[in-house]
């Protein structure tokens, strides 16, 4: 069974450029997560999706941070302008439902300039 | 609001010393608890969970967690360990009703040949 996979794996760009990161997660699982890990942190949860739908973005910085699911299968991450402090890894996770053990990707690791 | 501690930062043990890392977390509803591991240059995966039952949870690879709920504690126990368990331990909770998983910064664990 192939996991879930994430693109790309490593970005650098400078601050308040824009940048998107892609996540395939594993065939038919239907909830998707995007976490944000700065170093010395945990994974923290930025959006969450059951099918196309969110179930929860509190945490996500919505005057910079977007994510989309639109098919109910593979989701983007885009952060515009970027800053400093978005420098992290991004992961990518999904389960078959929300109560369901995740599975998580390799991770983009983005360094901003 | 939901949160997690973990006790140690930075773990370093010879080979086939006992293992305990600490774990708290604060929330006063039902919880499911978790371990995830992360191993030099692989995915966070999981190593064990709690959902509900006996509060001795056995998980991969020897590893077992107590779930004390009197002290909001799950704590991940190993009797001996391998220079293979050298890796990042990240204990997290998830609130049944509102599914959002909360993770604490991480264990590093080191393992002395």
């Known amino acids: 069974e192939a996991g879930v996979a994430q693109s790309p794996r490593y970005k650098i760009i400078e601050k308040r450029q824009s940048v998107a990161f892609w996540c395939n997660p594993i065939?038919?699982?239907?909830?998707l997560y995007w976490y944000q890990q700065i170093l010395g942190q945990g994974p923290k949860l930025l959006i969450q999706?059951?099918?196309?739908?969110?179930?929860?973005d509190s945490q996500l910085p919505k005057d910079r941070f977007s994510a989309e699911r639109l098919k109910g299968v593979d989701s983007t991450l885009k952060i515009q302008p970027a800053k400093l402090e978005d420098s992290a890894v991004y992961l990518c996770?999904?389960?078959?439902?929300?109560?369901?053990?995740?599975?998580f990707g390799p991770g983009t690791r983005l360094t901003v300039l | 609001a939901q949160s997690v501690s973990q006790h140690n930062h930075h773990v370093i043990l010879s080979e086939a010393a006992s293992l305990e890392l600490g774990c708290n977390y604060s929330y006063g509803g039902t919880v499911n608890l978790f371990w995830y591991v992360q191993y030099p240059g692989q995915h966070l995966q999981l190593l064990l969970k709690?959902?509900?039952?006996?509060?001795l949870v056995k998980g991969i690879k020897g590893f077992e967690a107590e779930f004390i709920k009197s002290k909001f504690s799950f704590n991940l126990r190993k009797p001996s360990v391998q220079w293979s368990d050298t890796a990042e331990y990240f204990c997290?909770?998830?609130?049944?009703?509102?599914?959002?998983?909360?993770f604490g910064a991480g264990t590093r664990l080191f393992v002395k040949a």
């Open positions: 065939s038919g699982h239907a909830t």
């Open positions: 996770a999904s389960s078959s439902g929300q109560m369901d053990t995740q599975y």
């Open positions: 709690y959902f509900s039952g006996d509060p």
């Open positions: 997290a909770s998830r609130d049944t009703g509102g599914f959002k998983t909360i």
């Open positions: 999706f059951q099918n196309n739908g969110v179930v929860d």
